[in-house]
């Protein structure tokens, strides 16, 4: 991924800036996310079970697009309704077409990063259920996996290549596989839907594994048109 591809793919589809929204529990790598496409630290990221993006924040790349970092799910049932109400605030959030005068969302894309590392998920899948679903279209809705490098706790990590062993490999393409088998019979509910969730993609930001991957991954799946909502 480059800027060149990135600014061609949005400027064909006419939305500048573009809005994507980056949701997932605490520790889940937002934040060192942004920060691996930015190559410096913006995005504080948090250090040990303390989260440290705990408001809705934008980090503009260039004129075509722009990211939002929010706070981390899963400390606390009530943080998480408060961090609901934030996120749910924002992506119901609208500003007017300055040529055309036509109220649009302001946020286009939402993409769930998600722990690698993790078994349990429930935090993740009520994000999705409860506060994502209801405010946007499964078709702009990304699931990543991030901490590609920790996801059996260091090991089948080549350091000296940057990349997974086969073995560590075959077990992040199954996870990968489960997570979006899981979103898909339960939370998109597939039998009525004909929108398929594309298959999540892997990375580290950490150590930069497939970084160009994961941008290039949410180029691919832009939505065309800009996001209206219904009151």
């Given at each position: 991924?480059?800027?060149?591809?990135?600014?061609?793919?949005?400027?064909?589809?006419?939305?500048?800036?573009?809005?994507?929204?980056?949701?997932?529990?605490?520790?889940?790598?937002?934040?060192?996310?942004?920060?691996?496409?930015?190559?410096?630290?913006?995005?504080?990221?948090?250090?040990?079970?303390?989260?440290?993006?705990?408001?809705?924040?934008?980090?503009?790349?260039?004129?075509?697009?722009?990211?939002?970092?929010?706070?981390?799910?899963?400390?606390?049932?009530?943080?998480?309704?408060?961090?609901?109400?934030?996120?749910?605030?924002?992506?119901?959030?609208?500003?007017?077409?300055?040529?055309?005068?036509?109220?649009?969302?302001?946020?286009?894309?939402?993409?769930?990063i998600v722990d690698a590392s993790l078994r349990d998920l429930g935090s993740t899948y009520w994000l999705i259920d409860k506060v994502l679903k209801p405010n946007l279209s499964e078709d702009r809705i990304l699931i990543a996996l991030n901490q590609a490098d920790m996801a059996m706790k260091g090991r089948g990590w080549d350091e000296t290549k940057n990349a997974p062993t086969p073995k560590l490999r075959a077990f992040l393409d199954e996870k990968?596989?489960?997570?979006?088998?899981?979103?898909?019979?339960?939370?998109?509910?597939?039998?009525?839907?004909?929108?398929?969730?594309?298959?999540?993609?892997?990375?580290?930001?950490?150590?930069?594994?497939?970084?160009?991957?994961?941008?290039?991954?949410?180029?691919?799946?832009?939505?065309?048109?800009?996001?209206?909502?219904?009151?």
């Amino acid at each position: 991924m480059n800027l060149v591809s990135l600014n061609n793919a949005i400027s064909a589809i006419g939305i500048r800036p573009y809005d994507v929204l980056f949701v997932g529990a605490t520790g889940a790598g937002k934040s060192s996310t942004i920060n691996s496409y930015f190559l410096q630290e913006l995005a504080i990221i948090g250090r040990g079970a303390d989260p440290q993006t705990m408001q809705c924040k934008s980090y503009r790349v260039n004129e075509n697009l722009r990211i939002h970092d929010s706070p981390g799910f899963g400390d606390s049932p009530k943080n998480d309704r408060a961090h609901a109400k934030k996120i749910t605030k924002l992506l119901k959030q609208t500003y007017t077409d300055e040529t055309s005068r036509a109220k649009f969302a302001l946020i286009d894309m939402c993409v769930v990063i998600v722990d690698a590392s993790l078994r349990d998920l429930g935090s993740t899948y009520w994000l999705i259920d409860k506060v994502l679903k209801p405010n946007l279209s499964e078709d702009r809705i990304l699931i990543a996996l991030n901490q590609a490098d920790m996801a059996m706790k260091g090991r089948g990590w080549d350091e000296t290549k940057n990349a997974p062993t086969p073995k560590l490999r075959a077990f992040l393409d199954e996870k990968a596989h489960s997570i979006h088998k899981r979103i898909m019979e339960n939370n998109f509910n597939s039998a009525q839907s004909l929108y398929s969730l594309p298959q999540p993609v892997y990375y580290s930001a950490q150590t930069g594994y497939n970084v160009d991957k994961f941008f290039d991954f949410i180029i691919e799946n832009l939505p065309k048109q800009r996001r209206i909502i219904d009151f």
